[in-house]
């Protein structure tokens, strides 16, 4: 059975930074993309960032660009989101994903989620 724990949310005042991890287990870690979504009040999910299976090849919506970075530790099944110059706008519940597929390089909504962890970023 395939689990994803989030970590690491929180209140940070903007400008902040804050880094959110997710363990997984259950999957053959090395071998899938895992990714971010958050989901903020009143709005739809939307796509963070992505890092394929072989690490290379990082995706990021337009608005964390150069902001947030993604990144894995295969030895420890872990993923991180390291997240500079908050906005208020990041407030969100940020979800984990995990790829249903071996040698994937993008995540998508169908795929093994966690149960999120809240982000809020005071004015």
């Known amino acids: 059975q395939v689990h994803l724990v989030e970590s690491g949310g929180g209140l940070v005042s903007a400008g902040g930074s804050l880094s959110v991890s997710c363990a997984a287990s259950?999957?053959?870690?090395?071998?899938?993309?895992m990714g971010w979504f958050r989901q903020a009040p009143g709005k739809e999910r939307e796509f963070v960032a992505a890092?394929?299976?072989?690490?290379?090849?990082?995706s990021y919506t337009d608005s964390v660009k150069g902001r947030f970075t993604i990144s894995r530790d295969n030895a420890k099944s872990t993923v991180y989101l390291q997240m500079n110059s908050l906005k208020p706008e990041d407030t969100a519940v940020y979800y984990c994903?995990?790829?249903?597929?071996?040698?994937?390089?993008?995540?998508?909504?169908?795929?093994?989620w966690g149960q999120g962890t809240q982000v809020t970023v005071s004015s």
């Open positions: 259950g999957l053959t870690f090395s071998r899938i993309a």
């Open positions: 890092i394929p299976w072989s690490g290379d090849g990082l």
């Open positions: 994903v995990a790829s249903r597929s071996q040698y994937s390089r993008y995540v998508v909504p169908s795929d093994y």
